[in-house]
């Protein structure tokens, strides 16, 4: 079954630290660029990174609301995507969805996976 | 950043019936060097993900039934449900993918009535 199982959410105190994982399967992880997009009541469905088929740095981009907090990265071999989350606030409180990219950078979302809760507060 | 600007934000139709939904971009998210537009449509159910029904404005995912279409180009663009089933109860949205970041509507909540 082609599938994306997030795992890592949960509750955590403002300025923590969280890293979320993505364990993809039933199709070839390595040929699909990744990423990370969030929901939440008060702003709806929020992009929040990408990254490339290698993973390379160059190829990151993330919302300027994450940008120096949050890290993406994938490992291949073990068909797995992460967000590393620090210097959490509340207004990151969502539920995170690990989304493949259809055709490479710029293309729409064909697979989404159930997603994981991520709250922010003391 | 693109904004979307759907309309209605919710819509109560009656089984059977047609229901329409717009979206308003604030740039035109058609690409001349490839003559498609940039825009998707995602259903979303209670306590599900969303789920992709169309792209290329007009293009209908696999799977995804026939009474689901898209139209508009530029920067109007509308999904309508020709014949509306209990099934379709859910939150639709749009999206552009031409430019980073990608951005989603505010959605619409569709109803039976």
């Known amino acids: 079954e082609v599938q994306l199982v997030e795992a890592g959410g949960g509750l955590v105190q403002p300025g923590g630290s969280l890293r979320l994982s993505c364990v993809a399967s039933?199709?070839?992880?390595?040929?699909?660029?990744m990423q990370w997009v969030r929901q939440s009541p008060e702003k709806g469905l929020v992009w929040v990174s990408r990254?490339?088929?290698?993973?390379?740095?160059?190829?990151?981009s993330y919302a300027d609301s994450v940008k120096g907090r949050f890290t993406i990265s994938r490992d291949n071999a073990k068909n797995t995507l992460y967000l590393q989350m620090n210097s959490l606030r509340a207004d990151d409180t969502a539920i995170y969805y690990c989304?493949?990219?259809?055709?490479?950078?710029?293309?729409?979302?064909?697979?989404w996976g159930q997603g994981t809760l991520v709250t922010v507060s003391s | 950043d693109i904004v979307l600007t759907q309309s209605p934000d919710s819509l109560a139709v009656s089984l059977g019936e047609r229901a329409t939904i717009n979206c308003k971009s604030s740039?035109?998210?058609?690409?001349?060097?490839?003559?498609?537009?940039?825009l998707a449509w995602y259903q979303q159910k209670p306590r599900q993900p969303p789920k992709l029904l169309i792209y290329?404005?007009?293009t209908r995912e696999s799977g995804v039934p026939d009474r689901f279409s898209g139209s508009g180009s530029g920067t109007d663009f509308t999904l309508t449900i020709s014949s509306l089933q209990a099934e379709d109860v859910a939150t639709y949205y749009c999206?552009?993918?031409?430019?980073?970041?990608?951005?989603f509507g505010q959605g619409t909540k569709m109803e039976i009535k």
């Open positions: 999206q552009q993918y031409l430019s980073t970041p990608p951005t």
């Open positions: 039933g199709f070839t992880f390595s040929n699909y660029w």
């Open positions: 740039q035109s998210i058609f690409y001349s060097s490839n003559n498609y537009d940039y």
């Open positions: 990254l490339n088929t290698e993973g390379t740095d160059r190829s990151k």
């Open positions: 290329w404005a007009s």
């Open positions: 989304v493949r990219v259809k055709l490479g950078a710029m293309s729409f979302f064909d697979l």
